[in-house]
C-alpha cells in the first residue's frame, strides 16, 4: 500500500493487536496506531512506513465490543462502509481503552469546530505534539523504547466519552451520531 508515513507526533494510542485479514479471515498481530484522522496496522511495531490498512475516521461508522460476533474473547469491531474490521486484545480493559479513544477520534474527525475552538484546538494539538516530542526524546535516550501497551493517553485522549457527540453504551459500544460521509 502506498501511503504516507505516520507522523509519530499526531499518534494517539499505539500497541499490538490481532487483527483479522480481509480474505483468508486469519488472525495476525499488528501494530495498531491511531491518530486523530486515521486508524493504521503495521506488520513491525513503531515502524510507520508502509501500513498494511489505513482506515479513514470520517468513514467510521460504528465501534463497539465484537466478541459475539468473532467467538473471541476481549475482540472489537470498526465499521466502515466497504468493510467490517475485526481486532481482539490481551484483555477487556485494552479492548475498552481501543474502543473508546477510537470513538473519540472518529468523533472529533468529523466535528465542526467554531473558529475559537479551532483555535484552542490547535494549540492544544501543538501543545500535545511538542509534549510527545519531549516523550520521545526521553524514550531514545532512555534504556530502550517502551512496548507502547502501557503507553498513557495523551490529554486529549482522557475526555470523558460520555461528552462527545457519540455513546458509548453498557456493552462498550459506541455510537457515531452522524452518517456516513
Known amino acids: 500500500m502506498n501511503h504516507a508515513a505516520v507522523d509519530v507526533t499526531e499518534i494517539r494510542k499505539e500497541g499490538y493487536v490481532l487483527k483479522e485479514s480481509a480474505i ?4 495476525r498481530k ?3 496506531v491511531l491518530t486523530r484522522t486515521h486508524l493504521y496496522t503495521f506488520k513491525k511495531d513503531r515502524s510507520y512506513a508502509d501500513p498494511t490498512e489505513v482506515v479513514d475516521l470520517k468513514a467510521c461508522g460504528t465501534v ?3 466478541d459475539d460476533i468473532t467467538n473471541k474473547p476481549y475482540s472489537f469491531t470498526v465499521q466502515v462502509p466497504d468493510r467490517n474490521f475485526y481486532f481482539t486484545c490481551v484483555n477487556d480493559k485494552e479492548r475498552n481503552e481501543w474502543v ?3 470513538g473519540r477520534a472518529t468523533t472529533e474527525s468529523r466535528r465542526v469546530r467554531s473558529y475559537s475552538e479551532e483555535i484552542e ?3 492544544q494539538q501543538r501543545r500535545e505534539q511538542e509534549e510527545r516530542r519531549k516523550m520521545l526524546a526521553m524514550g531514545a535516550a532512555a534504556t530502550g523504547p517502551a512496548t507502547g501497551a502501557g503507553m498513557a493517553s ?3 485522549a482522557q475526555a470523558d466519552v460520555q461528552s462527545m457527540n457519540g455513546h458509548v453504551n453498557g456493552n462498550g459500544e459506541h455510537r457515531i451520531s452522524s452518517t456516513y460521509s
Open 24 to 27: 483468508i479471515r486469519q488472525y
Open 30 to 32: 499488528r501494530w495498531l
Open 64 to 66: 463497539k465490543s465484537a
Open 100 to 102: 473508546a479513544a477510537i
Open 121 to 123: 484546538y490547535q494549540e
Open 154 to 156: 495523551p490529554p486529549s
